[in-house]
């Protein structure tokens, strides 16, 4: 039996507070994300029609009030998780999601954005070189939002283009880890490594690489 109070087991215990953090961010974004990766994934699923448009519509108005909202309260989650310790984060992401609805103009515009690349990466898959430049594209944005996210949670830069100038290389490297985990997430459709590693681990890598604030060792 593990003495909790030794090395070993404050190791332990300090290793079931981080798995913790990470699992309760990820289930709040989860939680109110799922009905936008069912949308996202029917989407996928259909052709060009009335019907695509309709469910694309839909799709950019959840993503706007859903996904990038959580989107910052992630990162203002993992914020407060490095600055104050490892605890449940499930009732303060849901407070940050609420007070980042406040940046309607924002969460719309960006949401709009990530419809139009959605639909311009469906309309040239057939197009092996404007494909590729919308892709490009694509990653370019997810740059932004993955830089306007941090910013926005953080403060610690006074606006995106000193973190694109300070931190290109690591955020390129954020913006391909999650890449990777979303793609697994469309791969295997809403199976269980969907939850466990949708967004609160490369959220966590991603502020560790961009510099954000670390006042607590877990």
């Known amino acids: 039996m593990i003495n909790l109070k030794s090395k070993n087991g404050q190791r332990l215990i300090a290793s079931g507070n981080w798995l913790m953090s990470l699992f309760t961010i990820n289930f709040a974004f989860f939680l109110i994300n799922f009905s936008v990766i069912l949308t996202a994934i029917i989407l996928f699923n259909l052709k060009f029609s009335m019907i695509y448009n309709i469910v694309l519509f839909i799709l950019w108005l959840m993503i706007s009030v859903f996904t990038i909202p959580g989107l910052i309260a992630s990162f203002a989650s993992v914020q407060e998780w490095q600055v104050n310790g490892s605890v449940g984060f499930f009732k303060y992401f849901f407070k940050k999601w609420f007070d980042f609805l406040k940046n309607y103009r924002l969460n719309f515009g960006l949401g709009l954005l ?3 690349f959605i639909l311009l990466n469906k309309f040239t898959v057939g197009d092996p070189q404007w494909h590729m430049a919308v892709l490009i594209f694509t990653f370019v944005y997810c740059m932004v939002l993955v830089a306007t996210s941090f910013q926005i949670a953080t403060g610690k830069y006074e ?7 300070e931190k290109p290389f690591p955020l390129i490297l954020s913006v391909i880890v999650f890449s990777i985990l979303i793609l697994m997430n469309f791969v295997l459709q809403l199976a269980f490594l969907s939850v466990i590693c949708s967004v609160s681990l490369p959220t966590y890598l991603s502020y560790r690489l961009l510099g954000g604030q670390v006042a607590k060792k877990d």
């Open 114 to 116: 990530a419809s139009m």
């Open 159 to 165: 606006n995106i283009l000193t973190l694109f100038v």
